[in-house]
């Protein structure tokens, strides 16, 4: 009788000192945890940014539609000539500063508070009411993969040189092939390459409206001129280079 009245207490014991016990995962349990989250991550954290890459260039693409639109309308209204850089006073005077041309009117990059800009002449025709210059990204000047708005205060893009010479759309031989507004930088890309980079993929839209991405290395000044350069008509020389006023090869 004593015996069993022992062996309770015993067992009563036990259980106590279990119960007082705190549950949860062993120091083994929790390095393994972490060692299958960690190669979780390393897994789907590059196909997330992908996700997200392929997104903000959709977005950006459809931003470029959108201004080929508005250049459109504009061309429409001023006797379907594009906007040109002798609308601005400071570009206009010196008009064999091609830096200041293409920075300036083209890129709309060191503005001051009067200059004008390619940009600034298409706004009014923009389909958007969130068309302008928005630095929070909503806008469709500025792709949404371009983190740098100091840098580039008034828009993502950039317009052809060419173009802006005062250029009527029937002086536009190939509108399929001619390059108008383009990213300044591949925003897409990790090696966030330039636009004179052959190695560049930069969303573009042409004179006839429609919107694609363009391998730089493709373009008819990068395979027979001196490297990628979409802001004049390429004019090929000799039997080697035989496509005349094409930015993309045919």
Sequence with gaps: MKARILDQKFRFSTLRRKARQPSGFTLMELLFVMAVLAVLSAVLLPVFLSGRRSAQKAACLQNLHQIGIALALYVQDYDE????????PQVRAHPDDLLTWHNSFCRAEDLQPSQVSWASLALPY???????????????????????????????YEFKMFLSEGVHINDVEYPADTAMVWEQWDYHDPGHYSEYDSRAHLNTV???????????????????????????????????????????LP
């Design 81 to 88: 000539a594009f906007p040109a850089y002798t609308v601005d």
């Design 126 to 156: 923009a389909l958007s009411s969130l068309y302008g210059t928005s630095t929070q990204g909503d806008s469709p000047l500025f792709c949404p993969a371009d983190t740098d708005r100091k840098a580039r205060p008034v828009t993502s």
């Design 206 to 248: 042409f004179v006839d409206g429609h919107a694609k991405s363009v391998w730089l290395v493709d373009t008819t000044s990068a395979r027979y001129g001196n490297g990628p350069d979409l802001h004049w008509p390429f004019v090929g020389q000799g039997k080697s280079a035989p496509y005349t006023d094409h930015d993309t």
